[in-house]
């Protein structure tokens, strides 16, 4: 009868173990409804990019206002039923409308996404997290806001500010 306590408790102090292990694993916090974040991007020709991103998850919609380097400033509106619209102003204006087959990101994107640990990422700690081979993400540790993300072919997003 010793020996099956002992088995429980040890059972027991395994499985209180996996808990408390698998609780210290951070998760990414969750974006607000709605925000209004500026970001900087590197762009594939060695050019620059800062976006205004007018995030609304309640609305289903983001809007990016883009100004690339001594470049044309671009709207781009994505819909939640995956429609993008990609505009220009002035004499010279156009506009492409996409279908992406996807809408905006959830507020809970990163759910299911794998933990890699942290990282100091342009000066920051962060939490670093991967999801489907398509995005890296990083969170401050300290104020659990978002740094940057990179995407799967490279593409960094820099986060500038966020206003919530």
């Known amino acids: 009868m010793l020996w099956l306590e ?30 209004h974040a500026t970001l900087c991007m590197t762009l594939y020709s060695g050019g620059h990019q800062i976006t205004d991103l ?4 309640p609305k289903g919609r983001n809007v990016n206002l883009q100004q690339k380097q001594l470049g044309v400033y671009m ?5 939640n039923n995956g429609t993008s619209f990609y505009y220009t102003l002035g004499s010279n204006g156009s ?5 992406f087959g996807v809408g905006i990101p959830r507020p809970d994107f ?22 489907v081979d398509f995005i890296w993400y990083y969170e401050d540790v300290a104020t659990k ?20």
């Open 54 to 57: 007018w995030y609304d998850w």
């Open 75 to 79: 709207y781009d509106i994505e819909w």
């Open 95 to 99: 506009c492409q409308v996409i279908d």
């Open 145 to 164: 806001i978002p740094v940057r993300w990179d995407f799967y072919d490279g593409m960094p997003f820099l986060l500038l500010s966020l206003l919530i």
């Open 6 to 35: 002992k088995l429980f408790l040890t059972g027991t102090t395994l499985a209180t173990i996996l808990t408390e292990a698998q609780s210290s694993v951070p998760i990414p916090t969750p974006w607000p409804e709605q925000f």
């Open 110 to 131: 990163l759910d299911g996404a794998h933990y890699l640990g942290t990282q100091v990422k342009d000066g920051f700690l962060c939490n670093v997290w991967e999801k």
